[in-house]
Nanobody, 112 residues
Framework: QVQLVESGGGLVQPGGSLRLSCAAS????????MRWYRQAPGKERELVAT????????NYADSVQGRFTISRDNGKNMVYLQMNSLKPADTAVYYC?????WGQGTQVTVSE
């Protein structure tokens, strides 16, 4: 069955960086678009970044453009989200997703 397991979240100060990872299994990873979403308390889930199956194209929410980078390693069935210049507004649970499947999420908290 499809499994998505996120890791790498934590507490970071404003301006800091984190790298999230998502380990995928149970499907032909290299053939599918992958996405990162986030959900802050009291807010709807938001699409953060998308990467095509080959990694040749990416797309970002305006709120993270220029600060976040999505990437993937099809040899390892992994997708990553490098987050730089973090802001308190980036605080949320971050999820990777594909084909309507979701991981359990990883908490990112940006605070002094």
């Amino acid at each position: 069955q499809v499994q998505l397991v996120e890791s790498g979240g934590g507490l970071v100060q404003p301006g800091g960086s984190l790298r999230l990872s998502c380990a995928a299994s149970g499907f032909a990873f290299s053939g599918y678009v992958m996405r990162w979403y986030r959900q802050a308390p009291g807010k709807e889930r938001e699409l953060v970044a998308t990467i095509t199956s080959t990694g040749g194209r990416t797309n970002y929410a305006d709120s993270v453009q220029g600060r976040f980078t999505i990437s993937r390693d099809n040899g390892k069935n992994m997708v990553y989200l490098q987050m730089n210049s973090l802001k308190p507004a980036d605080t949320a649970v971050y999820y990777c997703s594909t084909m309507g499947y979701w991981g359990q999420g990883t908490q990112v908290t940006v605070s002094e």
